[in-house]
């Protein structure tokens, strides 16, 4: 999906928590398997200027990595992902994250983890960047909703689950066959709409349209 990377790297400023202080929240992980290993973070509440400003460093270089020219190398990328969910996890811990763009950055970070506690991490970060950006003074992130839909529905499809939204798609054996991932009938397009994410009809085209640019190449 490199048009919303490509998106959320251009809207990241876009959305900065307001001023003072706010009591922080700490979330607990099972992810002792994941790389790096995963325990305890903290969502902050105050304004971290230098940590924002890393952050965003960190997004622009995972956005970066997506984005070409030419072929990508993706075990260079897979290395470079630890090496920034490393960084990102630090200020995790540190709990100096505090703004709808540095939860949406994270989660973009995690969301390229490599069990499922980074997809419920991910999925988390998104729905705090969803609250933070609810908050007085302000603003919401414009694709936290997005991003939230995409991580949560690729956290239910690492517990075997099907997926909400309708985000996820896979391609089926050695040649070019994409398919969206097996989701939930009982989702509406109005539930998908709220989160930014097309109705139903366009997902499975979607595949279809994968499908033939892989074939084309």
Same mark, same amino acid.
């Given at each position: 999906?490199?048009r919303?990377?490509? +998106?959320g790297?251009?809207l990241f400023s876009? %959305?900065?928590a307001g001023?003072?202080?706010r009591t922080?929240?700490t979330?607990?992980l099972q992810g002792a398997?994941c790389t !790096?290993?995963?325990g305890?973070?903290?969502?902050?509440?105050t304004? /971290?200027?230098a940590?924002?400003? @890393?952050?965003?460093?960190?997004?622009a270089s995972?956005?970066? %990595?997506?984005?070409?020219p030419g072929a990508?190398d993706?075990?260079?990328?897979?290395?470079? /992902?630890r090496?920034r969910?490393?960084q990102t996890?630090?200020l995790? @811990?540190s709990?100096? +994250?505090?703004?709808p763009? /540095?939860?949406v950055?994270?989660?973009? +970070?995690?969301?390229?983890g490599d069990? !499922?506690?980074a997809y419920e991490?991910?999925?988390?970060l998104?729905? &705090?960047?969803?609250?933070a950006g609810?908050?007085p003074?302000s603003s !919401?992130? !414009?694709i936290?909703r997005w991003?939230y839909a995409a991580?949560?529905d690729?956290?239910?499809r690492?517990?075997?689950?099907? &997926?909400k939204?309708g985000?996820?798609y896979?391609?089926?054996?050695?040649?070019?066959?994409?398919?969206?991932?097996?989701?939930? *009938? %009982?989702?509406?397009?109005?539930?998908r709409?709220a989160?930014?994410v097309? *109705?139903?009809?366009e997902a499975?085209a979607? %595949?279809?349209q994968?499908?033939a640019?892989?074939?084309?190449r």
């Amino acid at each position: 999906m490199k048009r919303w990377w490509l +998106l959320g790297l251009a809207l990241f400023s876009l %959305a900065n928590a307001g001023g003072g202080h706010r009591t922080p929240v700490t979330v607990t992980l099972q992810g002792a398997n994941c790389t !790096p290993a995963l325990g305890t973070v903290t969502f902050g509440m105050t304004f /971290d200027a230098a940590a924002s400003a @890393q952050m965003a460093d960190i997004f622009a270089s995972d956005q970066a %990595a997506r984005s070409g020219p030419g072929a990508i190398d993706w075990e260079t990328v897979a290395r470079e /992902d630890r090496e920034r969910r490393e960084q990102t996890l630090k200020l995790l @811990q540190s709990g100096r +994250l505090s703004t709808p763009a /540095d939860f949406v950055g994270a989660a973009f +970070l995690f969301q390229h983890g490599d069990c !499922p506690a980074a997809y419920e991490l991910a999925s988390k970060l998104a729905a &705090q960047a969803i609250a933070a950006g609810e908050r007085p003074g302000s603003s !919401p992130h !414009p694709i936290a909703r997005w991003i939230y839909a995409a991580t949560y529905d690729r956290w239910q499809r690492s517990l075997g689950q099907p &997926q909400k939204y309708g985000t996820q798609y896979l391609r089926v054996g050695e040649g070019c066959n994409y398919r969206l991932e097996p989701y939930d *009938p %009982a989702t509406t397009d109005a539930e998908r709409a709220a989160y930014g994410v097309p *109705p139903l009809e366009e997902a499975l085209a979607q %595949a279809e349209q994968f499908t033939a640019e892989c074939a084309s190449r």
